[in-house]
């Protein structure tokens, strides 16, 4: 089995498509990002930048996103909304580990504009599948502020268990923040592992 190419990369669940950002995506990503209001929270990051998006910004974004899937090391995925082709949000596999590892953090935006819509569970449970059953990963991790109520309510509601906090665990918004780890495996899901060539576990000892 070979890992799957980004450029032909897609997966559909009943309203969205989840796949990479590509170059030829400049007029939606610009315009789904240029609808959005201003941050709504303090972990709102629907916002790019405070100036227009530029072409030169998304090729750059695009290459760095493909260094990083060669690599193995961080699978991000656009999702869009099948009915219009807008952008309304993102999902990602992020600082893989592989040998006896085989786990992944996972992340997830939705756009403020499509706040409400059940969109981001629809993607996380994606995202999910596509760790487990496209990607090999046996565990997938997601690092939650104890505050962001809305984000902990989609990992309960997707079957993550929380397995503990981590004190002043990570720098955002210049300080150090505490962290619950919130953790499913591809057992909780009733998904076989499978060792492939490119994710084989060493023998130890």
Known sequence: MKRPLRHSFEVRTKRLVLRPLRLSDFSVWRDSHG????????????RKSAGPLTRS???????????????DEFYGFAVFKKKTGEIVGYVSLMDLQRKIFQNAYLGYLILNTHWG???CPEAVQAALEIGFRKFNLHRIEAGID????????????LGMRREGKSLRRLFLSGQWNDMYSYVVTCEDLKIKWKPTPWNKVPKIG
Do not use: C, M
């Not at 609808?35 to 629907?46: A, H, L, M, P, V």
């Open 35 to 46: 609808k959005t209001f201003t941050e709504q929270n303090e972990w709102d990051r629907s």
């Open 57 to 71: 910004q998304l090729k750059k974004l695009v290459t760095h996103l493909t260094d990083q899937w060669k690599r």
């Open 117 to 119: 819509k059940g969109y």
């Open 146 to 157: 104890p505050r962001n109520s809305r984000s902990i309510a989609v990992a309960k509601r």
